[in-house]
């Protein structure tokens, strides 16, 4: 765990051997065999290894959305357990309207600050992650995120 503070300028979590070599990797190589598709359309091979690359970019990319997807899911339980815990009574009714994504960015928001925040996002129909990220001023760090 880091001890680093975290902010919405450096909550994101990059991971160079995936987000750059990985991607590269895989990328690179698919559009050699896509430009040799089409410089020899009549060649099955070169057809094939161009469409089993495009399939390798598909797979790959899935691979990432599925547990992002999951990700949200629990951040979405987690986040509708805490509100029980610290929104007042007239908020813990209405916990059920927001959607994940605003749950996703209302994550990092301190307990203190969550109320307040969650009913503007409600009251203002905030929905973007990103905006309601940058609403937080007293931001609360998530270290274990994968």
């Known amino acids: 765990m880091s001890d680093t503070p975290q902010s919405f300028e450096n909550h994101a979590k990059m991971v160079p051997g995936y987000h750059y070599w990985a991607t590269a990797l895989i990328v690179l190589p698919t559009l050699y065999f896509l430009f040799l598709a089409v410089r020899d359309f009549y060649s099955p091979e ?24 999951v990700q949200d899911r629990v951040i979405r339980l987690e986040e509708r357990l805490r509100m029980e815990r610290i929104l007042p009574d007239d908020l813990k009714a209405r916990i059920h309207d927001f959607t994940t994504g605003q749950l996703v960015g209302l994550r990092f928001a301190s307990n203190e600050e969550l109320p307040e925040l969650a009913r503007r996002v409600l009251d203002e129909g ?21």
Do not use: E, M, S
């Open 46 to 69: 070169r057809l094939a290894n161009a469409l089993f690359a495009v399939g390798v970019i598909i797979t790959a990319l899935y691979a990432r959305l599925f547990p992002l997807g």
């Open 126 to 146: 905030l929905t973007d992650r990103k905006a309601i990220k940058q609403a937080i001023k007293n931001w609360r760090a998530d270290h274990q995120r994968i």
